[in-house]
């Protein structure tokens, strides 16, 4: 796997794959990470894809927590994305079902890890659950 960190501050543009939108971006929209962004750019294919270096954003679907490592790889293995209103989820349809918490964990001053939430544990340090990534509004 490519890269286990996501950073939401200054993070590369991403594709987002399931509504057409102007070049915008994905946001967190609760503390600590309020208005921390990743860049978006919206398409119909239910993947995220860096514009940068074209790694697919996905989801360690096989690790046992309840809390999933989000990872940039070469290839889309997690096809399960979504939008309701602005925010991105976990389709119904998807093997998570519709899902879309997030847990933010900081690293440092600037860097964070990010994990895909389907329950309520939380890794050990200075973590956020039930955070929410989101596009501006595309009405």
Avoid at 48 to 69: D, R, V, W
Wanted: glycine letters at 6%.
């Amino acid at each position: 796997m490519l890269g286990l960190l996501a950073m939401l501050l200054a993070a590369a543009p991403m594709l987002l794959s399931t509504a057409d939108a102007k070049p915008e971006r994905i946001r967190s929209d609760q503390s600590p990470t309020f208005h921390y962004t990743l860049q978006t750019y919206p398409k119909n294919s239910n993947t995220i894809q860096s514009t940068n270096t074209s790694l697919f954003m996905n989801i360690a679907a096989s690790e046992s927590t309840s809390y999933k490592t989000v990872t940039f790889d070469k290839t889309a293995t997690t096809t399960a994305w979504g939008l309701e209103g602005d925010t991105i989820i976990t389709t119904r349809s998807s093997g998570f079902g519709r899902q879309l918490d997030f847990v933010v964990c900081r690293l440092d001053s600037q860097y964070w890890q990010v994990f895909f939430q389907t329950g309520s544990a939380v890794p050990s340090g200075a973590c956020s659950n039930y955070q929410s990534l989101h596009l501006p509004c595309l009405c």
